[in-house]
């Protein structure tokens, strides 16, 4: 790790949203990032590169996954902004199209981690099957077409559809 990294002071309280466990960062921890979209950090306590993801209103939260929670719990951590993405687990659909459009592979390695986080991102941010499918078969020809970027996409509101409605994390 690089010592010219910026180091964050992250607090938050522990939220159940359906069946997922989330940390809703306080707003000060918020404008303590460099994005109002998702922000890779790598958590100084431990060797795990997470994403912060964004809460629609201008917040964030992170994934209870990567933490050991409990609901109610007030937490506090040390971060470091990442130098780099991690690679994304791209969804099984969208994995599915890129692997039968051979001559994307090329491409879809040239793009950086974080801009192919924006296109799994764009495809899972719908519960609706429908718009699903539809944007799997987008995402092939705008790829197709040298587009880098799902476009217009606004990433300071998608979030997780799990625990989001509208673009904005359910109170």
């Known amino acids: 790790m690089s010592k010219d990294l910026k180091i964050v002071e992250l607090?938050?309280?522990?939220?159940?949203?359906?069946?997922?466990?989330i940390l809703r960062l306080d707003e000060e921890s918020s404008k303590s990032l460099p994005s109002r979209g998702q922000v890779?950090?790598?958590l100084l306590n431990s060797t795990e590169m997470v994403?912060?993801?964004?809460?629609?209103?201008?917040?964030?939260?992170?994934?209870g996954e990567v933490l050991d929670l409990h609901p109610g719990q007030e937490v506090s951590l040390s971060a470091a902004i990442a130098e780099s993405w991690p690679e994304v687990n791209v969804p099984q659909d969208l994995a599915g199209a890129l692997a039968d459009a051979d001559d994307l592979h090329e491409t879809w390695l040239g793009l950086t981690p974080m801009a192919r986080w924006e296109w799994a991102r764009w495809v899972k941010s719908t519960q609706n099957p429908v718009t699903r499918?539809?944007?799997?078969q987008v995402s092939i020809s705008k790829l197709r077409d040298g587009k880098?970027?799902?476009?217009?996409?606004?990433?300071?509101?998608?979030?997780?559809?799990?625990v989001?409605?509208?673009?904005?994390?359910i109170q």
């Open 11 to 21: 607090t938050g309280l522990a939220d159940q949203i359906g069946d997922r466990l």
């Open 40 to 42: 890779a950090v790598q």
């Open 51 to 63: 994403v912060v993801e964004p809460d629609g209103r201008r917040g964030h939260w992170i994934p």
């Open 133 to 136: 499918e539809r944007r799997v």
């Open 148 to 162: 880098r970027r799902p476009c217009c996409f606004d990433l300071s509101s998608c979030t997780d559809p799990e």
């Open 164 to 169: 989001a409605k509208s673009g904005k994390l």
